[in-house]
């Protein structure tokens, strides 16, 4: 059985000042960080440049 | 987003005509206008037009038709709602001003309660940000914008990573072009908007999530 791959990165979101991981290929959001700091071996996504 | 008007608790189909950097001021509006709030509103005021905002209340417009149905529309107009609060406000004012600040966050708005020293806010409410009135309040209120203006390019972001679930990314566009009124943002939402066509959607998406009721 073959298993899809996840596209997940995580965001910090500067209001609550936590990261917030997300599950692009899903398109959800699938955890909120409690503590500070990032999820480890998760990249964090960069606005692209223009 | 559906809307459910309050009035005839229908959803609405009428388009919001949104108004960017804007404030929507929440504050006792019967005469007498108690002094302090004066004091808030004039110094709000010379703050928002340096920072090239424009602010109305519920006495801007004049429609003719359900107030109530007026101050809900207004609510999805703008990007921020401040609430203005003091010793001197009245009972009836108070019950208005925290039930606009529960449609906005429900709304996903940004708000901001500025109270008089001598005033304590409900409990339902400590944790909404709010900001004591002295000596120190524009630099208070500049905090609160510069969190704000930062939410901008974090809704950006957001819409860029949800794609798979374009109506939740073109309301980050959309919250995200409310804060600015970078047309750059309406621009990137009509695009994502276009290539929905033929597209399959994620399993999770906002109107798969809506039609499993």
């Known amino acids: ?15 609550s000042d ?14 909120h960080k409690k503590s500070t700091g990032p999820y480890k071996d998760v990249p964090i996504a960069r606005k692209r440049s223009k | 987003m559906i809307r459910y008007n309050p009035v005839d608790s229908d959803a609405s189909t009428i388009p919001v005509k949104y108004l960017p950097r804007t404030c929507f001021i929440m504050c006792q509006l019967r005469k007498p206008e ?17 920072m090239r905002f424009s602010e109305i209340d519920a006495n801007s417009s004049l429609t003719g038709r359900d107030f109530l149905a007026k101050i809900w529309n207004m609510t999805f107009q703008v990007p921020i709602g401040i609430a203005i609060i ?18 906005l966050q429900a709304y996903g708005k940004e708000t901001l309660v500025i109270k008089s020293q001598d005033v304590r806010v409900p409990s339902d409410f400590v944790r909404t940000e709010y900001l004591e009135f002295g000596d120190d309040f524009e630099e208070g209120l500049k905090k609160f914008f510069d969190c704000v203006f930062s939410l901008q390019e974090h809704f950006d972001l957001m819409a860029d990573q949800l794609r ?15 804060i600015t009124g970078e047309e ?16 399959v959607r994620s399993a999770n998406c906002v109107e798969n999530l809506l039609v499993k009721f």
Not at chain 1, 1 to 15: E, G, H, Y
Not at chain 2, 34 to 40: H, L
Not at chain 2, 164 to 178: E, G, K, Q, S, V
Request: glycine fraction near 4%; proline fraction near 3%.
């Open chain 2, 184 to 199: 750059s943002y309406r621009a990137k939402a009509r695009q994502l908007h276009e290539e929905l066509r033929g597209v």
């Open chain 2, 164 to 178: 798979n679930d374009p109506l939740l990314a073109i309301d980050y566009l959309r919250r995200a072009f409310l």
């Open chain 1, 18 to 31: 936590r990261y917030v991981k997300i599950d692009r290929s899903a398109g959800k959001i699938i955890a």
């Open chain 2, 86 to 103: 003091t010793r001197r406000t009245t009972r009836r004012s108070l019950a208005n001003i925290f039930y606009e600040l529960g449609l």
């Open chain 2, 34 to 50: 108690p002094d302090d709030q004066a004091e808030i509103r004039k110094r709000l005021g010379t703050f928002l037009a340096a």
């Open chain 1, 1 to 15: 059985m073959t298993s899809k791959k996840k596209d997940i990165v995580q965001v910090k979101n500067p209001k």
